[in-house]
């Protein structure tokens, strides 16, 4: 049974930051490219961030660049979100993906998705 489980969600002021880790098992974890998506209320679920399987590619939605850092360790299986700089526009439930990445910034290139962590930025 594959489980993705993030955890690292909170209150935050605006200009502050947080670090979201995503601990996967049941799946080989190198073989999927792991992304971040994030869902306010009201709106889609939108593409935040992602890496490659061997981590040499990352791709940066433009709302989040210089600002937000992906990364991930396959020997522990973990992916992270460092966010830096945070905005109340940040505000969202902050969701682990893994899949093959096809397309890599839609919820279509995804199969397994974590439960979610809540990220609340205040004035």
């Known amino acids: 049974q594959v489980q993705l489980v993030e955890s690292g969600g909170g209150l935050v002021q605006a200009g502050g930051s947080l670090r979201l880790s995503c601990a996967a098992s049941?799946?080989?974890?190198?073989?999927?490219?792991m992304g971040w998506f994030r869902q306010a209320p009201g709106k889609e679920r939108e593409f935040v961030t992602a890496?490659?399987?061997?981590?040499?590619?990352?791709y940066v939605a433009d709302s989040v660049k210089g600002r937000f850092t992906i990364s991930r360790d396959n020997a522990k299986s973990t992916v992270w979100l460092q966010m830096n700089n945070l905005k109340p526009e940040d505000t969202a439930v902050y969701y682990c993906?893994?899949?093959?990445?096809?397309?890599?910034?839609?919820?279509?290139?995804?199969?397994?998705w974590g439960q979610g962590t809540q990220v609340t930025v205040s004035l």
């Open positions: 993906a893994a899949g093959v990445g096809v397309p890599v910034t839609t919820r279509n290139g995804y199969r397994y």
């Open positions: 049941g799946l080989t974890f190198s073989g999927y490219i």
């Open positions: 890496v490659a399987r061997n981590g040499g590619s990352i």
